[in-house]
């Protein structure tokens, strides 16, 4: 399988080659050549299979340059029972006649993410091994994705962490979640401003090519192919829990950010699997509903950005819809770039509402959309736990109420699990003046030592630290 960029660059790459890259170099995001097609008689054989198992079998149609055997133990190492909570990995649980929930929350972080970063981990580890490289991954996080990257690449060979966050701004489990890490390889570090101001200094590193060569700098940000691929793995999983044969249709509703988590079905979807739609949920922050409804894309400033009870899904711009547009065109390069690189920059906006390929984003693709505001964020949170005994969590709420707006008769719905409700409990209280339950092993957790320094928001300090960190340059 060879991989191109969105953008239309004419080189071509294999799946090792990309996994440790952040952009395409036309600044375009990478996907597959083509989608490898799945037939009803391959569904029908792999409907029976453990979850590492189904997850090699997807992997393998995509990675052709890691041999069979290796890429088959990866996958075994990374979706354990141990790791994820139960021996399904992502067992479905019903809420009422046609609404299921999927549960990609259990892993180290009781969010999705690491549902794609714990294998990410170990392709890492298995990779740079391979090659006899290092790598410091440099990243920004205000919550979930820091917390999933760390905990995925604790312990890791060949691999250091520097995650700066904003100072005092992430909930006070998060910041356990993050800080109370021992490990050698993972550096905390509290960054004196807003997430903003660690996305800056981030890039301002990034930007320095050369210590960003001498220092091996990379990231693991949702552009990385590498956990698109590894989230198609629980569409098919989910799939086969809400039919018991492959002439069905399942919907699926996601709560979404980046776009990165909804990305992976519309994959699934074009690989054959039998999705009739894709609904994505937005919160305040609309911007994908604004698209999906009007056909207009339009990225928010700063000061358009609202700080939400579903923070992980408060974006300016989706990072990862790039690549949907680019199949909605008919994969023309061109005229990607001239949308991302010409009307964006530009103009921060771009309209396809008069062209007709948009109407297919619902018609051949199945997209839908809604939104869901802080209100109803709590109703659904209510609603749900009085009728159903069942806890969401702020984002999974958001989730289902746009579900419930697109349901189809005789198609059962999937809402994913994006959270556990313990990591947002400030919104669970005002929901359900109560606290959420917490797992067992969290216990205690906030008063665990604390393992981060603190810095001014400045670029050249974190510089400095990394040099600091980093015994040898990695040349
Ligand atoms: C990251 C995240 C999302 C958004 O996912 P995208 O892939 O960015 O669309 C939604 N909910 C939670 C809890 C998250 O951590």
Known sequence: MQYLSTRGHPERKRFCAILLEGLAPDGGLYLPEHYPQVSSETLA?????????????????????????????????????????????????????????????????????????????????????????????????????GSAAEYAMRGKKGVRVFMTSPAGRMSPFQQAQMFSLMDENIHNIAVDGVFDDCQDMVKAVSNDLEFKRRYKIGTVNSINWARLLAQVVYYFAGYFQATSKDSEKVSFAVPSGNFGNVCAGHVARMMGLPIAQLVVATNENDVLDEFFRTGVYRVRGSADTHETSSPSMDISKASNFERFVFDLLGRDGAQCKALFEGALG??????????????????????????STHSQRLQTIRCTFAEHGVLLDPHTADGLKVAREHLQPGVPMVVLETALPIKFAATIVQALGREPERPPQFAGIEALPKRVLSMQADAEAVKAYIAKNCPQPCM
């Open 45 to 145: 054989r792999w409907r029976g299979l453990a979850y590492a198992d189904l997850a090699f079998e997807i992997l393998s149609l995509y990675i052709d340059d890691i041999p069979a055997a290796d890429l088959r133990a990866l996958c075994h190492k990374t979706y354990t029972a141990q790791v994820f909570g139960t021996a399904q990995i992502v067992p479905l649980k019903k809420l009422g006649d046609a609404i299921y929930l999927e549960a990609l929350s259990n892993g180290p972080t009781l969010a999705f993410k690491d549902m794609a970063m714990q294998l990410l981990g170990n392709l890492f580890e298995y990779e740079l091994a391979r090659r006899g490289e290092e790598l410091n991954i440099l990243g920004a996080t205000s919550g979930d994705t």
């Open 346 to 371: 530009s103009s921060g906006q771009f309209d396809l509402s008069a062209d007709p390929r948009f109407a297919q984003a619902a018609t051949r693709y199945g997209f839908k959309s809604g939104n």
